[in-house]
């Protein structure tokens, strides 16, 4: 399998809930982004790692906690979010954090 | 402060019909300016980077150009299966953790 794979493409969940969003990479890189998209914004920046070491959060709300055990997984647990935070939830990927961004399907996330 | 803007939000066209699709940021140390292809369900994929002040880039019927304001996407001849949604990100010196994207350009061809 190549490139960058995301799991659960669709996820539903209560505001109660905690769940993880799952990224891995399969193209050798070694930084890792969680990207927001909600429909007609930009995408928003949520947190980046390079070499497993948080180099960027974007002033994210507490309730999203980030983890990259290693340099090809990169996890994203939720809980008790909000309905605002419904959206698309991408994973990237790039060789050093100057270069081109490889993105996985995303998980369309829907909060009840 | 809107660091990318794409115009226009949507363009409609007919196939064979080509246009151009723009990206203009504010300009303050840029150090790259990228163009993604996204289609429904799917995550963006990569088309072109660009660096400096006239450069150029071509795939198929795609051409990115570049000035020290704006990008344009220029699309000749577009076929139906080019309609897709358009991001432009830039990357600026001052924080190249960072991309800025832009909403896109939601670009529909029909046959």
């Known amino acids: 399998e190549t490139g960058v794979t995301q799991t659960p493409r669709h996820l539903v969940m209560g505001m109660t809930n905690k769940k993880s969003l799952k990224c891995e990479q399969h193209?050798?890189?070694?930084?890792m982004y969680w990207y927001k998209q909600s429909a007609k914004k930009p995408l928003e920046l949520m947190f980046v790692y390079s070499l497993e070491e948080r180099v960027e959060n974007n002033s994210v709300p507490s309730r999203f906690s980030p983890e990259c055990p290693n340099s090809s997984h990169l996890f994203l647990h939720l809980h008790t979010l909000q309905p605002e935070d419904s959206a698309l939830y991408l994973c990237a990927s790039s060789q050093g954090t100057s270069e081109k961004l490889f993105f996985g399907s995303g998980t369309q996330l829907s909060v009840l | 402060e809107d660091q990318v803007t794409q115009s226009p939000e949507a363009l409609r066209l007919q196939e064979g019909e080509s246009s151009s699709l723009n990206c203009s940021y504010t300009?303050?140390?840029?150090?790259?300016l990228f163009w993604y292809r996204q289609d429904p369900g799917k995550g963006p994929e990569f088309l072109f980077t660009l660096y400096s002040a006239g450069e150029e880039k071509e795939k198929e019927r795609l051409k990115a150009t570049l000035t020290k304001k704006e990008s344009f996407l220029h699309i000749t001849a577009p076929k139906p299966e080019d309609s897709a949604t358009y991001l432009c990100a830039v990357r600026y010196r001052y924080n190249f953790n960072k991309f800025y994207f832009g909403s896109g350009t939601k670009l529909n061809v029909k046959p």
């Open positions: 193209l050798g890189h070694n930084a």
């Open positions: 300009v303050s140390g840029l150090r790259g």
